[in-house]
């Protein structure tokens, strides 16, 4: 890798995060294709040197796939422990990823909405971000499915007739496809009910991870739901009615619970009260931790959707304010950025950017007039 190649890289944002300001409850879903290599052992299994030599035959069969240009690429072993943060904390490496090293390679392509992992839990996995709700599943799924053909044909891929594609976890063989969702539940978060949301996934076997990895990310009510691997034949219907009924059920649960925070008194004089406290701290511009600043953008971008805040921006610009907030805030890219490498200036700089962004640029004010008392 070269820092040309990775400051292209940090030119663009990752797809994904162009949708973190939009006010639905299921904004993307991420298709993931996870392919093994005959001849090879899994990954787990591997050494530096069987790594190192699938990589060789991986490699040039992602560069032969029709419509892919790889903007970036680096073996991990090239990547230092600031560049791996940075990947991290763009969701653009797994954490399995940045604990390894030869024969373990990222890819990024131009756009940024396709990535390939080589040597990750499985020798390949590609992945690819489709925007908007669950409906458009159908889609990913064809395009993944055609993606999987694709490779089948330069890869001497590991597969049976009975399990179908092979994986390093037995129950996850089948398709080699699974999916996960980008989903926005910042009413869920706020009322603290994310425990017995995720307790109701556990029984679908589906599980939720804050987007922003980093201590407590789960503050900017934004999360990556990740659903059970798809399996063959009449067992893969199901298997997708199950994530359509599942997502449907979250979307209802956000909904309603956003909609008690205007209806239902208590509630009511709760969200005013934070919100009143959030705009408080915002003008004052002080130091600020990065998930401290992932709540204020999070509860005031619920409070802007709720009518209780107003803006002098038009609704796409003021949505875009608050997802480029919760990109340039994150600690790795203020050191990169920055050159802010101490803690304690990285605080402070929170603080002037939240005062300069939400108070300043956006205008938020309160607007309580006809509401529920």
């Given at each position: 890798?070269?820092?040309?190649?990775?400051?292209?890289?940090?030119?663009?944002?990752?797809?994904?995060?162009?949708?973190?300001?939009?006010?639905?409850?299921?904004?993307?879903?991420?298709?993931?294709?996870?392919?093994?290599?005959?001849?090879?052992?899994?990954?787990?299994?591997g050494?530096?040197e069987t790594?190192?030599?699938?990589?060789?035959?991986?490699l040039?069969?992602?560069?032969?796939?029709?419509?892919?240009?790889?903007?970036?690429?680096?073996?991990?072993?090239?990547?230092?422990?600031?560049?791996?943060?940075?990947?991290?904390?763009?969701?653009q490496?797994?954490?399995?990823?940045?604990?390894?090293?030869?024969?373990?390679?990222?890819?990024?392509?131009?756009?940024?909405?396709?990535?390939?992992?080589?040597?990750?839990?499985?020798?390949?996995?590609?992945?690819?971000?489709?925007?908007?709700?669950?409906?458009?599943?159908?889609?990913?799924?064809?395009?993944?499915?055609?993606?999987?053909?694709?490779?089948?044909?330069?890869?001497?891929?590991?597969?049976?007739p009975?399990?179908?594609?092979?994986?390093?976890?037995?129950?996850?063989?089948?398709?080699?496809?699974?999916?996960?969702?980008?989903?926005?539940?910042?009413?869920?978060?706020?009322?603290?009910?994310?425990?017995?949301?995720?307790?109701?996934?556990?029984?679908?076997?589906?599980?939720?991870?804050?987007v922003?990895?980093?201590?407590?990310?789960?503050?900017?009510?934004?999360?990556?739901?990740?659903?059970?691997?798809?399996?063959?034949?009449?067992?893969?219907?199901?298997?997708?009615?199950?994530?359509?009924?599942?997502?449907?059920?979250?979307?209802?649960?956000?909904?309603?619970?956003?909609?008690s925070?205007?209806?239902?008194?208590?509630?009511?004089?709760?969200?005013?009260?934070?919100?009143?406290?959030?705009?408080?701290?915002?003008?004052?511009?002080?130091?600020?931790?990065?998930?401290?600043?992932?709540?204020?953008?999070?509860?005031?971008?619920?409070?802007?959707?709720?009518?209780?805040?107003?803006?002098?921006?038009?609704?796409?610009?003021?949505?875009?304010?608050?997802?480029?907030?919760?990109?340039?805030?994150?600690?790795?890219?203020?050191?990169?950025?920055?050159?802010?490498?101490?803690?304690?200036?990285?605080?402070?700089?929170?603080?002037?950017?939240?005062?300069?962004?939400?108070s300043?640029?956006?205008?938020?004010?309160?607007?309580?007039?006809?509401?529920?008392?």
């Amino acid at each position: 890798m070269t820092e040309k190649s990775f400051q292209r890289l940090l030119s663009k944002p990752p797809a994904f995060s162009r949708y973190l300001g939009q006010d639905g409850v299921v904004l993307g879903s991420l298709g993931i294709l996870e392919l093994n290599i005959l001849g090879f052992p899994f990954p787990g299994w591997g050494t530096a040197e069987t790594c190192s030599r699938s990589a060789q035959v991986v490699l040039p069969a992602l560069h032969q796939l029709n419509g892919i240009k790889w903007n970036f690429e680096a073996e991990m072993c090239k990547l230092n422990s600031l560049h791996r943060r940075f990947l991290l904390e763009r969701m653009q490496i797994t954490y399995a990823m940045a604990a390894r090293n030869e024969g373990c390679h990222v890819l990024v392509n131009d756009k940024q909405d396709t990535e390939a992992y080589i040597n990750d839990e499985e020798t390949l996995l590609l992945l690819k971000f489709f925007p908007g709700t669950e409906k458009s599943m159908g889609k990913a799924e064809k395009e993944i499915e055609e993606r999987r053909e694709e490779l089948c044909k330069l890869l001497p891929v590991a597969r049976l007739p009975r399990y179908g594609f092979l994986a390093s976890y037995p129950g996850k063989a089948g398709t080699g496809i699974w999916f996960s969702f980008l989903v926005r539940l910042p009413g869920c978060t706020l009322l603290r009910l994310m425990r017995l949301v995720e307790k109701q996934l556990a029984r679908e076997n589906a599980s939720l991870q804050p987007v922003f990895p980093r201590g407590n990310g789960e503050y900017a009510g934004l999360y990556w739901l990740h659903a059970p691997a798809l399996s063959a034949g009449t067992a893969g219907i199901e298997a997708k009615r199950q994530v359509y009924h599942m997502l449907k059920a979250m979307s209802r649960q956000e909904i309603e619970v956003r909609q008690s925070l205007i209806s239902k008194r208590e509630c009511n004089r709760f969200i005013r009260k934070i919100l009143v406290n959030d705009l408080n701290k915002v003008e004052k511009g002080g130091a600020t931790s990065f998930n401290n600043a992932l709540r204020i953008i999070s509860e005031l971008q619920l409070g802007l959707e709720l009518g209780l805040l107003t803006t002098t921006l038009p609704r796409t610009e003021a949505r875009n304010c608050f997802t480029t907030a919760y990109m340039d805030l994150a600690p790795t890219a203020l050191e990169i950025q920055h050159g802010l490498t101490n803690v304690r200036k990285r605080r402070i700089a929170r603080g002037v950017y939240l005062h300069s962004m939400l108070s300043e640029k956006m205008g938020l004010k309160t607007n309580f007039t006809n509401m529920t008392l």
